[in-house]
DNA sequence: CATGGCAAACTGTGATCACATTTTGCCTGC
DNA sequence: GCAGGCAAAATGTGATCACAGTTTGCCATG
């Protein structure tokens, strides 16, 4: 049953034939999202191109796309590296997520039912096991997931995607945060989405969902 | 051919060396923000490359770049163009405005000098000769100056970044909006914008803006 | 006049190469 | 022991090329 929560949220039905720089992209995205990289993690065009088995041709528009987002820094010399956030980017960056993400928990409460509810419950559990395995990956993957999936319901795709560029900015940062503070419980705020949900209570989701954003954040202000 | 002169560098005293695709990134950016393609509008690589005196690698990154955020859409085919957006799309991309700069200009606010009221003042001038001239690219980009010099000073580099994508995908877009409802009037909540500064009244200036940002748009819903 | 098809032109993709710059690592001299 | 410097290795950049797929334009056919 976990084994399906644990996979790629994002599978194509029909994916016809993948061209090489988006094969590179899509596996250097999830790297990044899900925090499998810490920030300040640096990586070469050749060595790219060698892990994915093509040329440095794709690898440098998968990097080049990659900064575009955010999720890769490039040096003044071309180096390539995860970013470092300071605690101002990753404050505005929180500001961000409390800004985009109420509004869509609110577009997708208006079409919610209950197997989207059940399927955002078990992905929490899901979630909650990440918590007591200590893996902050897949705490960080089935949190996003546990996001993504309400807001799917939204159909507000140019919202959805301007939010996963910050989620993207923020994996590496997440992965320090939470391998460091080594939390024992889930985030409660989960509880208060999926009740708000229920109720079918606009206002109570957005504050659910806005103090989840901003408090899981908070922490990392060193 | 002449394709020798167009590959001689020439030594320039005061620019400082700019890689080949960001000046091409920075030169197809700016023609898409203010509006100087129309939505559909066709590029190729080797037009591009022609264009800027370079081969299709640069060419090819800044592509890859400015698709990424939003810039210009790229067909199964690989093809280029400047992206057509549909109506929900358009009130996406809106809705987001209308979040993020009342934020950028509440955060603005309490830094915000006479200087800077001054400034905004006189590119609200020139908005205003660029409508008497019926010249949408020049409405545009004062229109987008005006927002943009008032953005820089909350000092949220992330924000207004995510939201230079915004008005990047918007671009071709607004093209379309201002050369086919030919306004004989500038924009009213400028001024509106302009007297909340002055007042230091932070309520009154998110609504300006709010209304500024959104009501532009709706015009263009058929 | 409309339609189908076919060849030529066009276009994006990825590999490879030469080159300039940066980074690394070692070794000398103090 | 510690800088400083210098050569070697590593790295990104941009040009070029072959190739496959797509689009275009023209002509024959009905």
Redesign the pocket.
């Known amino acids: 049953m976990s084994d399906i929560l644990t996979r790629l949220p994002i599978a194509q039905p029909d994916a016809p034939v993948q ?4 094969r590179v992209y899509r596996g250097l995205r999830q790297q990044v999202m899900h925090g499998e990289l810490p920030p300040g993690h ?6 790219i ?1 060698k892990t994915f ?6 690898a ?2 998968a ?2 796309r990659l900064s575009a987002e955010g999720a890769l820094s ?7 590296t995860t970013p470092e956030l300071s605690n101002d980017r990753i404050e505005e960056l929180a500001q961000i997520r409390a800004l985009l993400e109420p509004e869509l928990g609110s577009r997708a409460l208006r079409r919610a039912h209950l197997a989207l509810i059940d399927r955002m419950d078990a992905i929490n559990e899901a979630n909650a096991r990440a918590v007591n395995l200590q893996d902050p990956i897949g705490y960080i993957r089935t949190n996003l997931e546990f996001h993504r999936t309400l807001y799917l319901r939204a159909q507000s795709p140019a919202i959805l995607g301007l939010l996963e560029t910050v989620w993207l900015q923020l994996g590496p940062t997440m992965r320090v945060l939470y391998t460091r503070l080594r939390r024992t419980t889930p985030p409660p705020h989960h509880r208060h989405m999926l009740e708000a949900l229920r109720a079918g209570d606009d206002a109570a989701l957005r504050l659910a969902i806005r103090t989840d954003v901003t408090q899981g954040l908070k922490h990392l202000q060193a």
């Open positions: 061209a090489a720089h988006d640096a990586l070469t065009l050749r060595g191109g088995g093509v040329s440095m041709t794709p440098r528009e990097v080049r490039i040096s003044a010399s071309g180096r390539v």
